[in-house]
């Protein structure tokens, strides 16, 4: 059996989707509750965001938004498992998906990369931006040209 290199956990992510109407203090509970089971399978969380309530593409068990949780995290063992079944007893979760991010999980090659691709995102949504008001300036001149 292969040792794991000391320091070197499996990383992960998981993302749920929950009920909007799940209340913020039922929510924060789910989530420590989650969180919480990370320490115990020799692990450590890398990362939790609230990606707020968004409008779904396609209508689950009648509910047309949600509210995403994204959490990165390393552990040993069957922790996905034990984290998807605490999911599956919330009747707010609609959905979730956790994907192996790597066997040997470096976290701070995993923040240095994700910093970049939200300053490539951001520059990306500036330079839209940059271009919708040109455009809409453009458009002002030509309605004032055609009103005189």
Do not use: C, H
Not at 57 to 66: D, F, L, T, V
Not at 71 to 97: H, K, S, W
Not at 103 to 130: G, L, N, T, V
Request: overall charge negative.
């Amino acid at each position: 059996m292969a040792k794991a290199v000391a320091g070197k956990l499996a990383g992960y992510e998981t993302t749920f989707i929950t009920r909007p109407e799940m209340n913020e203090d039922a929510l924060k509970a789910l989530t420590d509750r989650l969180i919480s089971i990370i320490p115990s399978f020799g692990g450590e969380l890398v990362l939790q965001e609230d990606w707020g309530t968004k409008r779904l593409a396609y209508k689950i068990e009648k509910e047309s938004r949600g509210r995403y949780t994204y959490l990165v995290y390393t552990g040993n063992g069957n922790i996905v498992a034990e984290i998807e079944r605490n999911l599956r007893m919330n009747d707010f979760v609609m959905r979730f998906l956790s994907v192996n991010l790597a066997k040997e999980f470096e976290q701070d090659s995993f923040m240095k990369r994700r910093e970049e691709i939200k300053a490539q995102a951001k520059k990306r949504e500036e330079e839209r931006e940059a271009r919708r008001r040109s455009y809409d300036d453009s458009n002002d001149e030509m309605g004032a040209d055609a009103g005189e």
